[in-house]
């Protein structure tokens, strides 16, 4: 079978998006699957985004990627400058499938494929824009998805959740919208020494419980109703350790918040960006996601899948997720007390945590795995 040429285009290369790409990359880069990769990225600086892409380079020479620094989160006239590359760079490549991600890359990637009269072209929002905005924002947003959703044959919905709500507001007819869930791969239970080498090298206590946030530092996070759900647990239990991975634009605002909390630092520690975050997972005893949206967010499914309980606001795709009160604890949005009161819950119900833990992994492993995830793409790939 002939090689054909497949071009990733996106904008955002961080937190779960990042990941997504990489996994992708990492599977369909292989000769076997018949594919030469093209990307055309933004970059924001994020750490480790280059050396990612330049290690793949060096794995696979075929590869080929294209930094766009006019690939911009802001909106602006810029953007004009960065369709003009993209459509440039497509049509020096002349991919057979072209795959744009999130919201600035999906418009822009969208409509030059458009006006190149490439046709096989899928999209995968991992949010849609118009789920974080209010109002006449809210109505622009989506009148934009829809014109851009005719320029694909296929919207990736990450979880059933989306699917509905795009259905619901219209952006594409049910036979355009495909759900292909985000999957991770299953890691075996880590041993009780192991876990304690890990525990000890992020300073924390054998027998300290430890309740952990990985995210990246925005408002989409919820970070600041994370930070009141500590204060209100420490506040209640004795020994309890929070702990805060992630950087992003509000970390400066999130370390004031700390201090206004009088949050103490022996009981809450903020670790910064760490690379190796999802090696993590198993240090901590139940793991926090305080988001106000999402798409269907990886950091969940990395908890569970190493046996780690969730407690997460009850949002489109956390919910798509989480089993309440079975594989974890769906919290009301905005209301620290009730995280903090499930946190609680489980930190003070050994049997309640043993039982979420083992649900927990199975729910994953049973609806969430990697190889369904890349299976969905190389058909979906492979049809068209």
Known sequence: MPTRCLCYVCESTQGGVRKHLRELLRVFLRPEEGLTIRGIFGDRGEPGFQDELRAFKARFPSFEFVLVPEFQRSIGMHDLRAYGVVKDLL??????????????????????????????????????????????????????????SRHCRSIICVGEGQRAEALACGVAEAERLTVIRNGVEQAPPMEPEERARLRASLQLSPGTPCVAMVARLAPQKGVGIFLRAAAEAIRQHPTVTFVLVGSGPDEDAVRARVVELKLPPERFRLLGHREDAESLYPAFDVLVLSSLYEGLPYVLLEAMARGVPVVATDVMGSRDVVVDDVTGFLARVSDPAHIAEKVLALLNDPELHARQSAAARRHVADHFSFDAFIDGHRKLYQAN
Request: net charge positive.
């Open 91 to 148: 049509r020096d490549f002349k991919p057979d499938l072209i795959h744009t991600h999130g919201s600035k890359g999906g418009i822009i990637g969208r409509e030059a494929a458009h006006h190149l009269k490439i046709e096989n072209v899928f999209h995968t929002p991992h949010v849609f824009p118009f789920q974080w905005e209010m109002g006449m924002k809210k109505r622009l947003y989506l009148s934009i998805e829809r014109h851009a």
